[in-house]
């Protein structure tokens, strides 16, 4: 079963005034089969350590690894983690102007295997993943991200991870700009491939309305670049009811 392993992950970002640190300290273990809420207020790190992890230049990794099965993810270039089984959902995803959908998907999936999918079997293995999704035939001739609607965007993440199938999928804040019969497509989505292969998920959000329609097996709240608590889906079930004040609270008298 592959893992990823997350230690004392330090990482900092350049502003006017010099570096400064986001993450300061992150441990976190993921297995193929397990879905990860990372949940905590605005600016407390958790789309940096997506970032981070997916190898945006941006972010500054200073001290601590990042493993995927043994081998230093953090080590290898972007499209090379994206090989070793890394996928990132965006949160605010391009748009690519002159390619379309359909070039688009059936590219990258020839960079991540090696060799190019079978065609016949790839338009059907398309065809059916954009129906589950509940997207128009017509969205695979149209070029990336351009002029999609933020509902179409996240689908079209989902439709990319299931197509793609890699070994870890980080979802950062999928939910957001959603309606609630977007989540709910979204999410079904996200559970079927969880149901139909081992992938783990580091799911990525502010509030919990995600959660109600996917499980998580595990919760981390992080506040200030470090993992302040961690549970089950009861502890979602208690940050709904409670919110982030206290460790905001208990973060700032500690600095």
Do not use: C
Not at 14 to 43: F, Y
Not at 154 to 178: A, C, V, W, Y
């Amino acid at each position: 079963m592959s893992t990823l392993e997350i230690r004392d992950l330090h990482v900092s970002v350049e502003t006017e005034s010099g570096p400064k640190e986001i993450l300061r300290g992150v441990d976190l273990d993921i297995s193929q089969n397990e879905t990860h809420a990372i949940m905590g207020p605005n600016g407390s790190g958790k789309s940096t350590l997506a970032y981070s992890l997916a190898g945006h230049p941006k972010y500054k990794v200073t001290s601590g690894t990042a493993k995927l099965d043994g081998e230093d993810l953090l080590s290898l270039s972007v499209d090379e983690r994206a090989r070793a089984g890394l996928f990132l959902a965006m949160q605010y995803p391009v748009e690519v102007p002159g390619v379309t959908v359909s070039n688009f998907l059936r590219s990258a999936k020839t960079a991540i295997d090696g060799e190019a999918p079978n065609l016949r079997h790839w338009v059907k293995d398309m065809k059916t993943a954009m129906e589950r999704l509940k997207v128009d035939p017509v969205f695979a001739e149209r070029n990336v991200n351009e002029g999609f609607s933020g509902g179409e965007k996240k689908r079209h993440e989902i439709l990319q991870m299931e197509l793609l199938q890699p070994k870890f999928g980080i979802l950062d804040e999928t939910d957001s700009g959603l309606d609630v019969d977007a989540l709910k497509v979204v999410s079904e989505g996200v559970n079927r491939v969880r149901e139909n292969s081992d992938i783990g998920i580091m799911l990525i959000t502010h509030y919990t309305r995600i959660l109600r329609y996917i499980t998580p097996d595990h919760v981390h709240v992080f506040v200030a670049g470090r993992v302040a608590e961690e549970g089950g889906p009861e502890l979602a079930d208690r940050l709904e009811s409670e919110g982030y004040d206290r460790y905001v609270q208990a973060a700032a008298a500690k600095a």
